[in-house]
């Protein structure tokens, strides 16, 4: 793959998950990377951790507040000069319910860190692009953004409507240099998923496990750096001409 060698990059949700490993990524192919997230201890464990392996900086953002971003924007040009890569991971936790019990104050929550968030995200950083002359963006939604997803029915519209912003964004923004894909992730390894397994003791976890590896034709979760590697090729030259793709990395599941 090439070198990103001084490019720069933006990692939402870039303190823990699928965006501290792609951060990694980017780090380990010579990029400068930013990463974001709400959690100021976690940002800077994180971004002590991607020091120890090339330039990285943390600064604090809350998707969901434009004037949060509008800053996140502005500090990566102040600190690193400017903007190529742009990697839209945050998203709300929500609870699995049934979706006649969810509160309407949980599904405004929902819909404004996964839609508007990615929304305001993108907004900064595609004026931040043109002013440079271009870029990329790459923004995670997941396999629940093409299929239904039962008890999850907000997080499932949210990561529709990430594919819809994604679609119509890169046929607007490509013919000004700016190229847009998203990935759609299966089931992968990260703080999330335990977050959501919390509740089960050792061997409900372990059935748990088992049950959903074996739904997935490779016979097993992915791997964060497995998402990583995706994101980062669709950030690169090498995918020069895939433009408002949906990247499926489920280890079959869709297929
Ligand atoms: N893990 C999976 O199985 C899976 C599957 C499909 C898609 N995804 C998607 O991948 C992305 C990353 O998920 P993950 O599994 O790495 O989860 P994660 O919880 O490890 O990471 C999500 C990050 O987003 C941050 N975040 C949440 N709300 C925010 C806000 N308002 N402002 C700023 N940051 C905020 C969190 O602090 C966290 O750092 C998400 O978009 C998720 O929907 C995950």
Redesign the pocket.
């Known amino acids: 793959m090439h070198s990103l060698q001084g490019s720069v990059a933006l990692i ?2 870039g ?5 501290l490993a792609t951060a990694q990524a980017f780090i380990a192919r010579g990029a400068k990377v930013v990463v ?4 100021r201890e ?1 940002g800077e464990a994180a971004v002590s951790m991607l020091r120890t392996q090339g330039e990285a900086a943390y600064h604090p ?4 507040d434009p004037l949060s971003v509008a800053a996140l924007v502005a500090f990566t040009l102040d600190r690193f000069g400017k903007l190529d890569c742009a990697v839209n ?5 929500v609870q699995a319910m049934d979706t006649h019990e969810m509160a309407f104050d949980e599904a405004c929550r929902s819909t404004s ?1 996964d839609v508007l ?1 990615v929304f305001n995200c993108m907004k900064y950083q595609i004026e931040a692009m043109l002013r440079q002359g271009g870029g990329t963006i790459v923004n ?5 953004g093409l299929s239904g997803a039962p008890t999850a029915a907000m997080y499932s519209a949210g ?1 529709h409507a990430v594919i819809g912003l994604t679609r119509s964004t890169a046929k607007e923004y490509i013919s000004r240099g700016i190229r847009i894909n998203a990935v759609c ?4 390894e ?4 335990t977050r959501r397994t919390a509740h089960l003791d050792a061997t409900a976890l372990l059935a748990h496990q088992e049950q959903l590896a074996q739904a997935i034709p490779i016979g097993r979760l992915a791997q ?1 750096e497995e998402i990583a590697n995706a994101i980062l090729w669709l950030s690169s030259p090498e995918s020069s001409y895939v433009v408002g793709h949906s990247l499926v990395v489920d280890g079959g599941l869709q297929a």
């Open positions: 939402t949700g303190t823990t998950g699928i965006g974001a997230a709400r959690n976690q953002c809350d998707v969901t991971s945050a998203a709300c936790d860190t968030g995670v939604s997941s396999i629940n990561k992730p299966g089931a992968t990260t703080p999330r998923r964060a």
